[in-house]
């Protein structure tokens, strides 16, 4: 037990012990998923177009016109 605290304040309940894990669990995959969804959309967006018929080259797929 901690120095300074009571009995009832150092033991953490299992319902705020696994509210406060989901928390940080959440925080961690959105944080993930924003740096996947950041740098795998273009290389996305360049996968379905190489597979769309009719099949473009790699410099007219990434050209701006």
Known sequence: MEK????AEAAESAAA?????A????????KNTKVVAHYGFIP????VG???EPKPSLA???SPV
């Open 23 to 30: 928390r940080e669990w959440s925080t961690w995959a959105m």
């Open 50 to 52: 190489m597979s769309s």
């Open 4 to 7: 300074g605290k009571a009995p």
């Open 44 to 47: 996305l967006v360049i996968l």
């Open 17 to 21: 012990y696994a509210a406060r894990l």
């Open 60 to 62: 007219q797929l990434l």
